[in-house]
């Protein structure tokens, strides 16, 4: 059965390579895979006192619903400062509460960062990592994706132009579809 998968996107860029990435990405996914960009831009900043007032911004509440409509997240981001940026932390934090409610838990996931430096976004990355160990998201180990050069890696259209590359994205996908099919049913 194919599974749907929830992809966000770090960057709010027009041109954001990560969004590129995301977009190639989905055509990359094995048929076992459906992807889809939830959007994240319009999270108005988490605030517990919405939650807590019992009034949480509507944007809030149909976020929460539709992320749990998936069956797993597949995170593709850059690295702001050596960290998550804002607007992902952000999503995180608001589709982790109001308490006992989060819509992440035991849903399968992977993260993949995207640089134009050398370094591919590792510490973005693995900051990421830390939060979804918190949020019970059993996140794949291998293959870790660090993508840098990103400003030489999409031509006009989007494409991935690097033929190496493409195949160690397809592979990453390929077990992402692995990885999501063995973690899906489990009650963890
Ligand atoms: C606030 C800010 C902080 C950044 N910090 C880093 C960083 O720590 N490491 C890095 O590789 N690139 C950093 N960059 C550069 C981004 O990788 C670059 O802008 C990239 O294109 C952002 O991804 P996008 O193309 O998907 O928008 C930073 C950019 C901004 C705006």
């Given at each position: 059965?194919?599974?749907k998968i929830a992809v966000f996107?770090?960057?709010?860029?027009?041109?954001?390579?990560?969004?590129?990435?995301?977009?190639?990405?989905?055509?990359?996914?094995?048929?076992?895979?459906?992807?889809e960009?939830v959007?994240?831009?319009?999270?108005?900043?988490?605030?517990?006192?919405?939650?807590?007032?019992?009034?949480?911004?509507?944007?809030?509440?149909?976020?929460?619903?539709?992320v749990?409509?998936f069956?797993?997240f597949l995170?593709?981001?850059?690295?702001?400062?050596?960290?998550?940026?804002?607007?992902?932390?952000?999503?995180?934090?608001?589709?982790?509460?109001?308490?006992?409610?989060?819509?992440?838990?035991?849903?399968?996931?992977?993260?993949?960062?995207?640089?134009?430096?050398?370094?591919?976004?590792?510490?973005?990355?693995?900051?990421?990592?830390?939060?979804?160990?918190?949020?019970?998201?059993?996140?794949?180990?291998?293959?870790?994706?660090?993508?840098?050069?990103?400003?030489?890696?999409?031509?006009?259209?989007?494409?991935?132009?690097?033929?190496?590359?493409?195949?160690?994205?397809?592979?990453?996908?390929?077990?992402?579809?692995?990885?999501?099919?063995?973690?899906?049913?489990?009650?963890?």
């Amino acid at each position: 059965m194919t599974k749907k998968i929830a992809v966000f996107v770090g960057s709010l860029r027009k041109e954001s390579f990560n969004r590129k990435m995301a977009k190639a990405l989905a055509i990359l996914a094995p048929e076992s895979l459906m992807l889809e960009i939830v959007e994240i831009g319009e999270l108005p900043l988490y605030n517990q006192d919405y939650d807590d007032g019992g009034n949480p911004p509507s944007t809030w509440t149909a976020f929460r619903g539709h992320v749990k409509s998936f069956d797993g997240f597949l995170f593709v981001t850059p690295e702001y400062n050596r960290s998550v940026p804002g607007v992902l932390k952000n999503a995180l934090d608001v589709g982790s509460r109001p308490y006992g409610q989060s819509v992440w838990g035991g849903k399968p996931g992977a993260v993949i960062t995207v640089s134009p430096g050398v370094i591919g976004g590792f510490g973005a990355n693995h900051h990421l990592r830390q939060s979804l160990v918190f949020l019970n998201v059993p996140s794949m180990q291998q293959p870790e994706a660090y993508i840098g050069g990103a400003a030489q890696l999409f031509d006009a259209n989007g494409n991935i132009t690097n033929e190496t590359t493409r195949e160690f994205l397809r592979r990453f996908m390929d077990a992402f579809g692995v990885w999501v099919a063995k973690n899906s049913s489990k009650i963890i």
